[in-house]
């Protein structure tokens, strides 16, 4: 599979911050977007969420300031989207 193939099939993973409404939104455009509540993550450290994250290949959306904590780890071949 191309890297254009993997990119038009890429998911993203709505973190417990991720408003509903942004959740509905993304999906309103077409995003295929899962809620880690879905994947039964709700609770989950961080390190169990971003290691789904790599091995979905995923794009995580999350907020500026959970973010923030993350990005104080080693994360680095993560993908993220952070919303305001």
């Known amino acids: ?4 193939d993997t990119a038009s099939h890429r998911h993203f993973l709505a973190d417990e911050c991720t408003f509903t409404n942004t959740v509905r939104l993304m999906r ?12 039964g993550m709700a609770g989950a450290s961080d390190a169990a969420v971003y290691q789904r994250v790599k091995e979905d290949e995923a794009v ?3 907020t500026p300031n ?12 993560a ?5 305001g």
């Open 1 to 4: 599979m191309s890297d254009a």
């Open 28 to 39: 309103g455009h077409g995003c295929e977007v899962i809620c880690i509540q879905e994947w």
């Open 60 to 62: 995580l959306v999350t």
């Open 66 to 77: 959970v973010a923030s904590d993350r990005r104080k780890r080693s994360l680095q071949s």
């Open 79 to 83: 993908h993220h989207v952070f919303l």
